[in-house]
């Protein structure tokens, strides 16, 4: 792949597309299995609640863009809980098992638990509980872990990069201290959270040397760790190939020091890659999203914090449900929407990075679109 520079970007000079899907003429129910063009089912749909954050992580909020002028969503663009709740059913209505609430940093938004507490009792169609999971950068768990766990949430992933101080604050670029994501991480097993998982963007460079230290300090606990590929997602993080470390490299990495073993995936299609250290003392992920593209299998829809339909984490476009909510439209007519957008879905962007059609694409930013 060619080393390519995304420049930092000024978004407020740039508009991603976006518009009201018209109701197709003919109303059909869901039947529960929606494949887009390419075959991929939809499964899992992700859910952004608010698009600010209190970090300014320099891969995905750099400062220089998310400033105080920055133009971040007002409270009436955002879709109400309610909305936020219809649409999660009709999506279900489509197939969909799992939901990941994310951001921005979504305990940010106010009274989340009470999205949680509407959300945990959904049943799949068939009749199991959703899949109901949360991405945090942990800050507020301290705060939040046991009002999360009592509204119902059972599974959540903290995003921490670095276990040096010095590292973590840089990473974080407002000066939040480690210890704190560490204590929120307590918090929250303390909480009776047992389902917990940690994520680590990679960045050569800059926090590859904590590859190890991480391993060594989530070894031998329930935690389960996982590495991710540094990725150019939206157009203000500056991302450049030559700072990606690819899985390949930190798993190599590893197993210099702690010999490991591949693990099967725990379903077909799983994005992360599993292995366990083969002295038995637990498991870790690595995520392949730049160098082993896994567009096949993606089977994710994605849910803007104003209501706003994307199909690609890379997407250029979205389409606008929150509108037709509040024109009034039935379930009936945009489930009907969904799965004929859903059915012309044919985004693959990884497999397409670095070609000449992919430059210069317009993408919508990560903390918009939800992580
Ligand atoms: N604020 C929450 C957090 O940080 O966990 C949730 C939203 S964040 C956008 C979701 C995930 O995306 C985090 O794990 C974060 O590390 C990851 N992420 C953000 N920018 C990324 C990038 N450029 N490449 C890879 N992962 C990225
Ligand atoms: Fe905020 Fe998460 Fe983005 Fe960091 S990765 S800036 S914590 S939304
Ligand atoms: Fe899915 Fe788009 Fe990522 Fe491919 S690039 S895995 S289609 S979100």
Redesign the pocket.
Known sequence: MSERVIPLIDERQRKVDSFVPAIPEQLLPATGLLSDNRGRQLHDLRISVTDR?N?R?T??MPKEVFDKDYPYLSHGDLLSFEEIVRIAKIYIGHGVEKIRL?????LLRKHIEKLIAMLAPLKTLSGKPIDLTL????SLLRKKAQSLKDAGLTRI???L?SLNDETFRKMNDVDFPVADVLDGIAAAQEAGFTNIKV?M?VKKGTNDQEIIPMANYFKNSPIILRF???????AS?G?NMAEVLSSAEVIKKIHETYPLRNLNPNYSGEVVERWEYADGSGEVGVIS?VTQAFCKDCTRARLSTEGKMYLCLFATKGYDLKELLRQGKSDLEISNVIAQIWGQRSDHYSELRGSPEMSDRLKVE??YI??
Do not use: K, L, Q, R
Not at 135 to 138: A, D, E, H, I, S
């Open positions: 954050c970090f992580c891969y995905c994310t951001g921005g940093e979504p991405t945090t950068n942990g992933t903290v995003s990069d994520n963007v991710i590929e540094f990725m150019d997602v939206g993080n991302w999203s990560m903390s939800g992580g």
